[in-house]
């Protein structure tokens, strides 16, 4: 099996759930109306004082990603579950890691697509205008957006085929999310006053870490996740 | 003795159970004795006065808690490597063990913080971390109830096990860059000798209650395991007292 044989089997996974993303648009169509439905409610709780929301958007932006993501990853195993696919999908020849990173390119342009309408609209509901170092902030986003998917996408692989999937999979993902939302508000929150501290590369290389630790560590491990 | 051996786990059920029972004993008569030890012996502290004695119990119960971990950690790298079930009731059981000591490592904190700091909680790294941890443990308990069959239920929560214990040093850095106010880590070298002694044979008691209650739960696995796989025999098979291996 060369490299270019996993990287054909990865495509093949990765286009075959979006083109059945593109074809229904409901997952996509719900999951960012629930992640604009979470700012609001963050408005609400938050009181209508400038100041205050503003200082909480980027916290507020995170948690609507979360919030509304974690609802993502589920769905995608389940789609194979409902049209019993996930054995066949299993039963092709190749590796078994090329599936998960498949589903993660997938969840990847799918949470992107979200954060794409939900970010906006967090700015225009906080107050908060287009900061000077904009590339930057897009580059947190991204860092923050693959750990939270690589694991969202792999824990989703056993909490899918469970019992009370829909509370297991925040059980499971939250707790190991603490390093990448304390990363990514803070870098971004750092940026965003102009990054005076200098700490901003600290949390930003923190993140990288973790995405690669853990992507690592996924690749690795899937095979035991998917095969029982 | 007759013993009754679990296929699908290769432990005999009736092992090493007086042994563990010594050391159950033990620490609980060197744990009263340590107790005793540090609230009559150690004087109070200069700021904190009779409250510090709490740290007798809080700091032995976050120092075990992280042993439990790590055994968690070990059993799951174990079973992933040879696949014996064994293993997995050991994570599960050390997991069991483990939350209940970071949940006492947090209510004693809490109890500790208040009168100290004014407050009940704070954000501080190592109690934010233990927070963490144990909702980590938590969830791995609760995957182990979502989940019925044995070889599935083994291979995803050695495999939440491994991940979990790759995320405790990050979550501790990370947490720890975000905020730092505590009173310096208890250790023997930050305290003054007349409480290093008790701090470290309440530790050493509190150890040895974990060990128990650890190898007590995994016994209790183990059996409720053999019973299932008896039961599974005695069902395919249709006769009464027709299941059961020698060893």
Same mark, same amino acid.
């Given at each position: 099996?060369?490299?270019?044989?996993?990287?054909?089997?990865?495509?093949? %996974?990765?286009?075959?759930?979006?083109?059945?993303?593109?074809?229904?648009?409901?997952?996509?169509?719900?999951?960012?109306?629930?992640?604009?439905? %979470? =700012?609001?409610?963050?408005?609400?709780?938050?009181?209508? !004082?400038?100041?205050?929301?503003? !200082?909480?958007?980027?916290?507020?932006?995170?948690?609507?990603?979360?919030?509304?993501?974690?609802?993502?990853?589920?769905?995608?195993?389940?789609?194979?579950?409902?049209?019993?696919? =996930?054995?066949?999908?299993?039963?092709?020849?190749?590796?078994?890691?090329?599936?998960?990173?498949?589903?993660?390119?997938?969840?990847?342009?799918?949470?992107?697509?979200?954060?794409?309408?939900?970010?906006?609209?967090?700015?225009?509901?906080?107050?908060?205008?287009?900061?000077?170092?904009?590339?930057?902030?897009?580059? %947190?986003?991204?860092?923050?957006?693959?750990?939270?998917?690589?694991?969202?996408?792999?824990?989703?692989?056993?909490?899918?085929?469970?019992?009370?999937?829909?509370?297991?999979?925040?059980?499971?993902?939250?707790?190991?999310?603490?390093?990448?939302?304390?990363?990514?508000?803070?870098?971004?929150?750092?940026?965003?006053?102009?990054?005076?501290?200098?700490?901003?590369?600290?949390?930003?290389?923190?993140? =990288?870490?973790?995405?690669?630790?853990f992507l690592a560590a996924a690749l690795a491990v899937f095979e035991f996740v998917i095969e029982v | 003795m007759e013993s009754v051996v679990s296929r699908a786990t290769g432990v005999p059920i009736a092992s090493r159970e007086v042994r563990w029972t010594t050391v159950g004993i033990v620490g609980l008569v060197?744990?009263?004795?340590?107790?005793?030890?540090?609230?009559?012996?150690?004087?109070?502290?200069?700021?904190?006065?009779?409250?510090?004695?709490?740290?007798?119990?809080?700091?032995?119960?976050?120092?075990?808690?992280?042993?439990?971990?790590?055994?968690?950690?070990?059993?799951?790298?174990?079973?992933?490597?040879?696949?014996?079930?064994?293993?997995?009731?050991?994570?599960?059981?050390?997991? +069991? /063990?483990?939350?209940?000591?970071?949940?006492?490592?947090?209510?004693?904190?809490?109890?500790?913080?208040?009168?100290?700091?004014?407050?009940?909680?704070?954000? +501080?790294?190592?109690?934010?971390?233990?927070?963490?941890?144990?909702?980590?443990?938590?969830?791995?308990?609760?995957?182990?109830?979502?989940?019925?069959?044995? +070889?599935?239920?083994?291979?995803?929560?050695?495999? /939440?096990?491994?991940?979990?214990?790759?995320?405790?040093?990050?979550?501790?850095?990370?947490?720890?860059?975000?905020?730092?106010?505590?009173?310096?880590?208890?250790?023997?070298?930050?305290?003054?000798?007349?409480y290093t002694w008790p701090l470290r044979v309440n530790a050493i008691a509190l150890m040895l209650l974990m060990a128990y209650a650890v190898a007590h739960r995994y016994r209790s696995a183990i059996m409720t395991q053999t019973a299932d796989e008896l039961m599974d025999r005695l069902a395919l098979q249709g006769?009464?007292?027709?299941?059961?291996?020698?060893?």
């Amino acid at each position: 099996m060369s490299w270019n044989d996993d990287w054909r089997r990865v495509r093949a %996974v990765a286009l075959k759930d979006l083109t059945a993303e593109r074809r229904s648009k409901s997952g996509l169509n719900a999951v960012t109306f629930l992640g604009v439905l %979470v =700012l609001m409610l963050f408005g609400f709780a938050l009181g209508p !004082d400038t100041e205050s929301l503003r !200082d909480a958007a980027i916290g507020a932006i995170w948690l609507a990603i979360l919030f509304s993501g974690v609802l993502a990853f589920n769905r995608s195993y389940q789609l194979e579950l409902d049209g019993g696919a =996930l054995e066949p999908l299993l039963l092709y020849p190749g590796s078994r890691w090329s599936i998960f990173a498949g589903k993660l390119l997938a969840n990847l342009a799918f949470v992107g697509l979200v954060e794409l309408i939900v970010i906006p609209v967090a700015m225009v509901l906080f107050h908060v205008s287009v900061p000077a170092g904009w590339g930057a902030q897009l580059g %947190v986003t991204l860092l923050g957006t693959i750990g939270f998917v690589t694991l969202g996408t792999f824990y989703a692989a056993m909490s899918s085929r469970s019992r009370s999937r829909e509370v297991l999979l925040p059980l499971l993902l939250f707790p190991m999310m603490i390093p990448v939302l304390l990363g990514a508000v803070e870098a971004s929150t750092s940026l965003m006053e102009g990054n005076v501290m200098r700490d901003a590369g600290a949390w930003i290389r923190m993140l =990288l870490v973790y995405d690669v630790v853990f992507l690592a560590a996924a690749l690795a491990v899937f095979e035991f996740v998917i095969e029982v | 003795m007759e013993s009754v051996v679990s296929r699908a786990t290769g432990v005999p059920i009736a092992s090493r159970e007086v042994r563990w029972t010594t050391v159950g004993i033990v620490g609980l008569v060197l744990l009263v004795v340590a107790q005793l030890y540090g609230v009559l012996t150690s004087p109070p502290d200069r700021d904190m006065g009779h409250l510090q004695k709490i740290m007798y119990v809080h700091v032995p119960a976050a120092w075990n808690a992280m042993l439990a971990f790590l055994l968690v950690a070990l059993a799951s790298l174990r079973y992933l490597w040879k696949g014996r079930l064994a293993d997995d009731l050991l994570a599960a059981s050390a997991a +069991e /063990v483990g939350m209940l000591l970071t949940g006492l490592t947090l209510a004693l904190g809490m109890i500790w913080g208040k009168p100290t700091w004014g407050i009940w909680w704070t954000w +501080e790294p190592r109690l934010t971390s233990t927070a963490v941890l144990f909702f980590m443990f938590v969830a791995y308990l609760i995957l182990r109830t979502f989940v019925d069959d044995a +070889e599935r239920r083994a291979q995803w929560s050695a495999v /939440v096990g491994l991940l979990g214990a790759l995320n405790v040093p990050i979550v501790y850095m990370s947490v720890r860059w975000w905020r730092t106010l505590h009173q310096m880590q208890s250790s023997p070298m930050t305290l003054d000798s007349s409480y290093t002694w008790p701090l470290r044979v309440n530790a050493i008691a509190l150890m040895l209650l974990m060990a128990y209650a650890v190898a007590h739960r995994y016994r209790s696995a183990i059996m409720t395991q053999t019973a299932d796989e008896l039961m599974d025999r005695l069902a395919l098979q249709g006769a009464p007292g027709g299941g059961g291996s020698r060893a």
